[in-house]
């Protein structure tokens, strides 16, 4: 089964962005599913690699890198990269730099799609 699932919210402040990552991980282990995880918006923020938080916060970077340990793919919207000052060298390994193309095609490729 292929899961596309698209994250529109901040890295932070939002439950909605954290339990999306969540089902994301936890989709990503599961035999015979592959897992696209695709950031929108603000939602690019969680695949930026090094950040800090304050002891005993969930760490986003670190739980989209499950997901990728698990073949699992993390794409980011160039656009919304761009507009945030983001380069892809700032993500997390394994998260790439994206197009509206490659949603659209994610998207009908997809046999589920979740959105966030």
């Known amino acids: ?21 969540r089902l994301a991980a936890s989709l990503s282990k599961r035999e015979g599913v592959d897992v696209t995880v695709f950031l929108l918006g603000d939602g690019v923020t969680a695949a930026m690699s090094g ?13 989209l890198g499950t997901v990728v340990r698990n073949d699992g793919r993390i794409l980011c919207c160039g ?11 700032m993500l997390i ?19 589920k799609v979740l959105v966030f």
Not at 1 to 21: E, P, R
Not at 79 to 89: F, H, K, L, P, V
């Open 79 to 89: 656009t919304c990269m761009d507009a945030r000052g983001i380069q892809e060298s």
């Open 93 to 111: 390994e394994g998260a790439h730099r994206s197009t509206m193309e490659d949603l659209t095609d994610s998207t009908l490729a997809a046999d």
């Open 51 to 63: 950040q800090q938080t304050a002891d005993g916060y969930y760490k986003l970077d670190r739980m």
């Open 1 to 21: 089964m292929n899961v596309l699932m698209i994250i529109n919210g901040s890295a932070y402040g939002l439950d909605s962005t954290y339990n999306a990552v």
